[in-house]
């Protein structure tokens, strides 16, 4: 770390700042590292901030205040910092709110915890002979006894956990006068996260094939020359590509550098989990939103102390300052949910290959289905491609069935075609399992009267309620809101005319339990599996052969491995088939792929292979045909020809102005003074101000800009020209995202 030899420093301090602060250190501190985490007077608050370089010397010293405080904390490392000035620049937000994210933990790093230590006062109250022990309670005796007795300070724990005195006891024999308390510094210890060579498993408890072989060998020459290469891995559903990296983790660690791995969403830790012990013999730091404050203050002082070996998490755990990143894996690397929509908008994925290239680390972005710049990037020789062409377990690829709904229609009241029920039924018989995917959290996805047609909306929102029978709710998936299921129509106020229009996974259970009762069923949605434990029993389940159909929403799309799995029907193939954004196609197709790839992963012979039907009334749909034929290839070439010729990303660049308030009239005057300054540029086209698909969204009206441009273009700076011109009132949101995933 770069040492400061001035008394003069510049803080980059939380909020929303780009600037930095000139500041002095006391001068009785004679040195002080880039990245140091103090605090300082800004106005008439006190702010946490970090050293990032010397002071820029433009003012004078005398009108200079000094640092407040000077954290015993290790320094943010170089690569973090780096980290923090690209997102906020790329990104157009504020350094300092990106800062804010890097010290998430902040109150518990800042606030040191202490341990209370008693001894007894010799100078202040009487010996212990001379106390009329009369007046003396048994716990207090006790307590003095016990002080007495000891040649050194007693921790209140003791005394509290071996006596069994309370802290109110404790409290009144210091106000007397009888002891004396004091505080000691806890130092953080992070032995137990410090894995030695010696206590990881050695042995390989799976053989890999020779494709997992190679992507293993060429990752780790990459590793131990502290190269920062790209890697896609690229393999089929049930390829190994877990597996397989774990293997190159296990080379980091032998090295002593540390490992960041990167998870879409939460709900496939517990799987995860249990696979990377059984491998390694130790469990991995997991860093997400709900772990503790004291939890999350370990894992990120470990990681910046350099010893915590393997962290994994969602896309949040990318800010955590690690000292000596080896290796970064951005699991399932194609999935939306490393975009992240609120506050400071940024894809994690791409943010991870700069972190590793500042770091001097390696990356592997892996996935069955890469997203299309990831594709791209490969193609054009900017990542390298590992493939691996077949299961891990030798079993053949499912058989993919198009099941056309204008032939084969489910009876009336029912989703499930005759001929995917007779599907389940032959699955039942021979004892293995079935899952029927719908990417439909609830009930159904609208009530309508039939007297009048009023559809029921969400008082918040341009959007239906989604009816959750079984809660007796109608909820927003947008903002929450949710109100009871009431037969009374509230438009026309005629009873019994509510009806539920189309499936979600709570009608497919009912279909299910309706048509064959004898079976066991599970639903697996965020609804239903409401925590992680909820979760890890259901998965153990399935995999203890406890369940024969499990009904589930995006949650059963990726990362589980279910060996009795024989079946997948996919309710409604058509679902996202016509969205309106860039990425409707690409998503749809992903999805699906997914979905279909977790049959039949552990079948011994070509003639016992998975099978999958695809609900659909759209057979000649390319995407429909391209999953079919899994022609994974031909359907990202073609989609590239298309964004090449509408010059769209990966070839040119996107990115979006939302605009956001209650007012409505207050919000379209605004945008119209925005669209007035538009800047206007060669090779840049901006569209609007329009309504925003959903355009009332959390009770705050929107409208969007998209801005369209060639790639030589800095699309960013354009932008904060442009809205460094306007004065925005303080009712009204403006955001800014580059490279949006949500056109809503």
Not at 699 to 728: A, M, P
């Amino acid at each position: 770390m770069k040492s400061i030899k001035t008394k003069e420093v510049a803080v980059l301090l939380i909020g929303p700042f780009n600037d930095t602060f000139d500041y002095l250190i006391e001068e009785n501190i004679n040195e002080i590292s880039i990245g140091q985490i103090v605090s300082a007077p800004f106005r008439q608050r006190k702010v946490v901030g970090i050293i990032v370089s010397e002071g820029s010397k433009t003012i004078s010293q005398s009108k200079l205040k000094t640092l407040i405080d000077i954290y015993e904390i290790d320094p943010i490392p170089l690569p973090t910092i780096d980290l923090i000035s690209f997102l906020a620049n790329w990104n157009c937000v504020y350094k300092g709110l990106v800062l804010k994210m890097v010290l998430s933990p902040l109150e518990a790093i800042i606030s040191p915890q202490y341990n209370k230590i008693y001894k007894y006062n010799l100078e202040d109250s009487l010996s212990i002979d001379s106390i009329d022990n009369k007046k003396l309670r048994s716990k207090r005796k006790l307590v003095l006894d016990a002080l007495v007795n000891s040649d050194k300070e007693v921790y209140e724990t003791s005394l509290i956990q071996d006596i069994g005195v309370s802290k109110t006891v404790l409290k009144d024999m210091v106000n007397k006068n009888l002891i004396i308390e004091q505080l000691i510094k806890i130092k953080p210890d992070f032995s137990k996260n410090f894995i030695k060579s010696n206590d990881i498993k050695k042995e390989n408890d799976k053989l890999l094939n020779e494709h997992q072989k190679n992507a293993v060998n060429k990752i780790n020459k990459s590793i131990l020359k502290d190269k920062t290469d790209c890697f896609l891995l690229d393999g089929v559903p049930g390829s190994g590509k877990t597996e397989t990296y774990f293997e190159t983790v296990r080379t980091c660690l032998n090295e002593r550098k540390q490992v960041l791995i990167l998870l879409p969403e939460i709900a496939l830790t517990p799987d995860w989990q249990k696979r990377f012990y059984n491998k390694f013999n130790f469990n991995p730091l997991v860093w997400h939103s709900d772990i503790s404050k004291k939890k999350r203050k370990e894992i990120w002082l470990s990681a910046l102390s350099g010893k915590a070996g393997v962290i994994v998490g969602a896309r949040s755990a990318l800010m955590i300052p690690i000292s000596k990143l080896g290796l970064i894996v951005v699991d399932e690397e194609h999935e939306p949910a490393f975009k992240q929509e609120e506050n400071v908008r940024y894809n994690a994925r791409d943010m991870a290959v700069y972190r590793a290239n500042r770091s001097s680390a390696t990356i592997v972005l892996a996935s069955a289905t890469p997203s299309l710049e990831t594709f791209y990037n490969m193609r054009m020789g900017k990542y390298i491609h590992l493939t691996l062409p077949k299961r891990a377990t030798g079993a053949d690829m499912p058989d993919i069935k198009l099941l056309d709904l204008k032939l084969y229609p489910p009876q009336k009241g029912n989703w499930i075609s005759p001929l995917l029920i007779n599907e389940i039924q032959d699955k039942l018989l021979k004892k293995e399992q079935t899952l029927l995917f719908l990417n439909r959290r609830g009930y159904a996805p609208l009530r309508v009267c039939n007297s009048c047609g009023n559809k029921v909306k969400c008082i918040n929102c341009e959007t239906w309620l989604v009816e959750h029978r079984l809660d007796n709710l109608l909820t927003c998936h947008h903002c929450g809101y949710s109100k009871h299921i009431s037969n009374i129509c509230e438009v026309c106020g005629n009873k019994d005319q509510m009806k539920s229009c189309g499936p979600g996974v709570e009608r497919i259970e009912e279909e299910v339990q309706r048509l064959f009762p004898e079976a066991k069923s599970i639903t697996l949605s965020s609804d239903t599996m409401k925590n992680q434990n909820l979760l890890t029993d259901a998965i153990e389940q399935i995999k203890n052969s406890k369940v024969d159909i499990i009904i589930g929403t995006q949650m059963v799309a990726k990362g589980h491995d279910f060996p009795k799995l024989k079946l997948v029907g996919i309710i409604d193939g058509d679902i996202g088939l016509s969205g309106g954004d860039l990425r409707a196609s690409e998503r749809s197709f992903q999805l699906l792929q997914q979905v279909a790839g977790r049959s039949g992963r552990h079948t011994t012979s070509s003639n016992d292979k998975g099978i999958v039907y695809l609900q659909t009334f759209d057979t000649e749909n390319p995407i429909i045909k391209a999953i079919a034929q899994n022609n994974r290839d031909e359907f990202f070439e073609k989609e590239l020809i298309s964004r090449k010729n509408a010059n769209m990303p990966p070839y040119g660049r996107l990115a979006a102005i939302i605009l956001s308030s209650k007012f409505e009239s207050n919000l379209d005057s605004f945008a119209s003074d925005v669209s007035r300054l538009a800047p206007s540029f060669k090779n840049v086209k901006i569209f609007g101000p329009a309504p925003a698909p959903m355009y009332f969204l959390r009770g705050k009206y929107r409208r969007r800009f998209l801005i369209k441009s060639d790639k030589t273009v800095n699309i960013q700076k354009v932008l904060i020209d442009w809205t460094k011109k306007v004065h925005k009132p303080s009712n009204i949101n403006l955001t800014i995202d580059i490279d949006p995933f949500s056109f809503m």
